[in-house]
């Protein structure tokens, strides 16, 4: 019954591997940039080099940040469009949003079908399904033999109100397929919504990275088998779910945040295990940092993403994907992010990262420039012997060199101060995005946990919660490699969605009921097949409503099983005025209100691990600590003990400033601080005077 996750990262590659009896097995690896896979295929020789028995997975999830990375670098496939005549440029004039008004010089991001394969055929539908004009498949010919000649990877086929009327794009997508062996994506398929621009974008972007996706999940399958490891894999969606690979396969766009989600997901489970509902969850890599805010043990989920606008681009600067994903705001802040003097003397911390290769100063690996790994290492909160499992040691002395060269010369500051204005700077870009997702969005941060992971999270956790306003920081055992373990607590799931655009006061609830069947007998098929009964299949509503007269929407999620009642639609509508209040300090519950789209969530509970249960010390905690080092804490020094998390028990309580140190990652405890372990194995850090 053994299951394991990897999570690829820029940095690192995680992974954690759960076993009958409960057994839990987890390691890090450096990730190998130029191919992924081999990274992967390292780190599970490594976890079956550690146990044989491992060899006998029944399953592996994964996540990566390969699509994701293809789109950022634009190392996309060579796309072909076939649209309606008249709309070649959709993609071009997009829509009036302009993330920066008055900046004269701002680009777009390159169109990924350029116009010279957007071919235009005479075809017709009308905004209420009524066909106006006649396919003309003469012209679907004549389209097709020139994107033939233009050598084209994948074919994308996006007429008008596909989303109401598909007949025209599955016939082209037929006489595609009886010509040529390429990769087609129907635009009704990937994203069954009106907005064709959003909904020609959709399609875009999965072909973008269709061919690059299917060689990768088919190489590490192919890999494994040679291996013989006969253990089905199964990819995180950017929607919290898992699928097979080969679903994932056929909407590759499903995994652009396929990491960062099983890191809320796993949140979720954190918070379950101990009591609490409402909280942020802090995910801080190598490369980046993710934030995400969850409510009542309920993750948010957005369907108006865009995907390659840079890590601190923002909304308007990439490609709208029309997709479920979890709500979480990104920024470039991660332990690898480079900092550097600028020449009018302003220090900056990222977007860019050293990543892996050659990574931080102290890595050792060549890299010359200074990361906030780097300036963690100045400052005593690293220890040099055990980082990152002990792989390899940390050269303190490349760390101080850096930071002296790069940073603190040019600043005319003494050592330790650079390396403290460097966390301070990279704390407050961090702090910036816990605002983002708690108090720009009507919630007051003093009510929330923070739930901190990620190799470098539970190094500035503490500092960040007291900036925030947070009462505590819990960093769970599986901190280091959080992600990974989220992927095996994740469920499977399936989403679909498909316009309906009517007044809420006209909806007929007995069409909307066989519509939501429809999608979720679609969504169960897929489930079934991954042997699921369909007793363990789990359907959700959720509506995105607006009021009549607006150009967008919000999305109202109905967390119990749908009755389609006069009393469930009041509810959806009550929600929705709720929202609007706390999204835009305003409602009005005397306007009439439309439904835009209907979504279906299917899902198929996994199976939990049982929580830890720590016993109780049988020896003081003195006796227990590994060392003790010399750690800087606002310019003053302090001679701090050092445990292991392996020797801590129930009820044990260390007052900062301390470090605790684990394979995967390490935790400060910062002068005024205590950390109380939990007999779950948590870490509850909080500050002095507080709760």
């Not at 799931?493 to 009921?513: G, I, M, N």
């Amino acid at each position: 019954m053994t299951r394991i996750g990897t999570d690829i990262g820029g940095t690192f590659t995680d992974l954690y591997l759960l076993s009958k009896g409960g057994k839990a097995w987890s390691a890090k690896l450096l990730t190998t940039p130029r191919d992924p896979s081999i990274g992967f295929l390292d780190i599970l020789e490594k976890s079956f080099g550690a146990d044989p028995d491992f060899r006998n997975a029944r399953e592996i999830v994964h996540a990566t940040t390969v699509a994701t990375n293809a789109i950022l670098e634009q190392k996309t496939a060579r796309l072909g469009m076939i649209t309606t005549a008249g709309f070649k440029d959709v993609l071009e004039i997009g829509r009036h949003f302009r993330r920066d008004l008055y900046n004269f010089f701002l680009e777009k991001p390159p169109v990924l079908v350029p116009r010279q394969r957007r071919i235009e055929v005479k075809e017709r539908t009308a905004a209420d399904g009524v066909i106006l004009t006649p396919l003309d498949e003469q012209g679907v010919d004549a389209a097709i033999t020139k994107l033939l000649a233009e050598k084209v990877e994948v074919i994308l086929v996006c007429f008008l109100h596909s989303h109401l009327r598909p007949e025209h794009e599955l016939r082209v997508g037929a006489m595609i397929r009886k010509r040529c062996n390429l990769s087609v994506i129907l635009s009704h398929a990937v994203c069954a919504e009106y907005r064709e621009y959003e909904r020609f974008s959709t399609a875009a972007v999965h072909g973008a990275v269709m061919p690059l996706v299917h060689g990768y999940l088919g190489n590490i399958e192919r890999r494994l088998k040679a291996k013989g490891i006969a253990a089905p894999l199964s990819v995180m969606q950017s929607s919290g779910g898992v699928a097979k690979a080969a679903c994932v396969a056929e909407r590759p766009a499903a995994m652009v945040e396929s990491g960062p989600a099983a890191g809320v997901i796993s949140a979720v489970e954190v918070g379950r295990r101990l009591g609490f509902g409402d909280f942020i969850a802090f995910d801080m890599g190598g490369t980046t940092t993710k934030a995400s805010l969850v409510r009542g043990g309920q993750i948010a989920i957005k369907t108006d993403y865009e995907v390659g606008g840079g890590i601190q681009g923002g909304f308007g600067t990439g490609y709208p994907l029309r997709a479920p994903v979890v709500d979480i705001v990104e920024i470039g802040t991660g332990g690898g992010s480079i900092c550097f003097v600028d020449g009018a003397g302003h220090l900056h911390v990222g977007p860019q990262s050293a990543g892996a290769e050659p990574g931080p100063a102290c890595y050792g690996r060549g890299g010359t420039e200074p990361a906030i790994t780097d300036a963690h290492a100045v400052l005593g909160r690293l220890r040099a012997d055990t980082f990152a499992g002990g792989q390899f040691p940390l050269v303190v002395e490349a760390a101080r060199r850096a930071i002296q060269e790069k940073v603190a010369g040019p600043l005319g500051m003494e050592l330790t101060k650079a390396a403290e204005g460097i966390i301070t700077l990279a704390n407050a870009q961090m702090g910036r995005a816990l605002q983002l997702v708690s108090v720009e969005r009507g919630y007051d941060p003093r009510g929330l946990t923070l739930v901190a992971f990620g190799g470098a999270g539970p190094m500035h956790a503490a500092q960040l919660a007291a900036e925030l306003g947070c009462p505590r920081v819990v960093i769970p055992p599986e901190a280091g490699v959080q992600s990974a373990w989220g992927l095996l607590v994740s469920d499977c799931r399936r989403d679909l969605s498909q316009a309906f655009l009517r007044r809420a006061d006209q909806v007929d609830l007995s069409a909307l009921k066989r519509l939501f069947q429809t999608l979720a007998r679609k969504g169960a098929e897929e489930l079934l097949e991954a042997g699921f009964t369909a007793n363990a299949l789990q359907s959700r509503l959720a509506v995105d409503a607006r009021y009549a007269g607006q150009a967008y929407e919000v999305g109202v999620e109905l967390h119990e099983t749908p009755t389609f009642t006069p009393e469930m639609a009041g509810k959806i509508n009550r929600a929705f005025h709720e929202i609007h209040q706390r999204l835009y300090g305003h409602s009005d519950t005397a306007s009439p209100v439309e439904w835009v789209t209907l979504r279906v969530s299917v899902t198929a509970r996994v199976p939990r691990p049982a929580p830890r249960k720590l016993p109780v010390a049988d020896q003081p905690l003195a006796q227990r600590k590994r060392a003790t080092q010399e750690m800087v804490w606002l310019g003053k020094r302090a001679q701090s003990p050092v445990y292991h998390r392996s020797n801590l028990y129930a009820r044990d309580r260390i007052a900062g400033p301390a470090l605790i140190i684990q394979e995967e990652t390490t935790i400060t405890v910062p002068p005024g601080v205590q950390a109380v372990v939990e007999r779950t194995g948590d870490i509850i850090l909080t500050r002095k005077g507080g709760k």
